[in-house]
């Protein structure tokens, strides 16, 4: 049986990325009018959580620009020659992404600032008082940086960025569209109902979405099942220990530990870390936007703070488990 690999559900242009038009609309400009321009486009700054849609809008942008698509990942580049020997052999227009654009090194920065302004890279020869540096011209490309935490590059750095673009958790109905999609192309039968609680049991990440639908699949081929509906769904869930109300394990034990050990709140972010055995930013950045987002919870100066409409959820989770 044909299994998807991770790029299979990747849209192949920019119509069949789903939701965010805003977003889209304005990309497309930039993109024609740096092609009607005959130039390379201007350096591109992706902000959004993991998953939805930062490296699928990168590669769009390579795609509709005819560029090569070089990537990198930025904790991989410790230091400076680590990123001469790719930009050097980049050429005309190339786009070079570079994901967890946060946890590039300064001393790396310096250098990518220089080579993304200036189209130029100075290679230190030798280093100390009577150093000496040969500037190396690079032909014009096109950094794309992804980031979940744009608050943690610096203004500098930013700055160099022409065109910022922003994404943020979807909403269920995106999110169903995004499910029907990527069911049409594995090839599947989807009622609108089954669509709509995968949509909603995704935590607004369309990768979740996408996941969850491929699990459901399973279940569906082990079953014998041709139709994915809502029952073959509801009994996935159960199988899968994600709650109907769309929570998952990781959030129920966030919403439970702000309210066993902390009365509710105010919690700080660490203290509640470390009682998880998380690290604060993979809370930070992963399980808590969605909470916030369906507002079980709030962020105040002192901590979080459990709402009402998050307690009576929590109550009525574990009142099915
Ligand atoms: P990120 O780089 O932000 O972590 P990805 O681009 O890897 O996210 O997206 C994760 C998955 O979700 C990919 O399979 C991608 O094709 C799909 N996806 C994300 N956003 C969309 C969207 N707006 N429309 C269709 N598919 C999407």
Known sequence: ????????????????????????D?????????????????????????????TSLARLIAREMDANFIAINAPAISKPADLLSTLTNLKHGDILFI???????????????????????????ESGPYGQSIRIPLVPFTVVAATTRPALVSNPLRSRFGITLKLSLYDENTLKQIVMQAANKLGVFITDEAGKI?????????RIALNLLKR?????????????????????????????????????????????????????????ASLLGEEPSTLEDIIEPFLLQKGLVVRTPRGRVLTDKGKEILLEVQGNM
């Open 1 to 24: 049986m044909f299994v998807p690999n991770g790029d299979f559900f990747r849209p192949s242009s920019l119509d069949e990325f789903i939701g965010f038009k805003d977003v889209v």
């Open 26 to 54: 304005n990309l497309k400009v930039f993109i024609n009018s740096a092609k009607k321009r005959r130039s390379h486009l201007d350096h591109v700054f992706l902000v959004g959580p993991p998953g939805t849609g930062k």
């Open 99 to 125: 994901d967890e654009f946060h946890r590039l090194p300064r001393s790396v920065e310096e250098v990518l600032m220089v080579a993304m302004e200036d189209f130029v890279v100075d290679y230190v020869v």
């Open 198 to 206: 995968i949509a909603a049991c995704s935590r607004g990440t369309p």
């Open 216 to 272: 459901i699949v399973d279940f569906a081929v082990v079953g014998n099942t041709k139709i994915i509906d809502q029952e073959l769904v509801n009994k996935s869930l159960v199988k899968l220990g994600i709650h109907k109300t769309g929570l998952h394990e990781v959030d129920i034990k966030f919403l439970n530990a702000l309210w066993e050990h902390f009365g509710g709140g105010p919690a700080g972010i660490n203290a509640i």
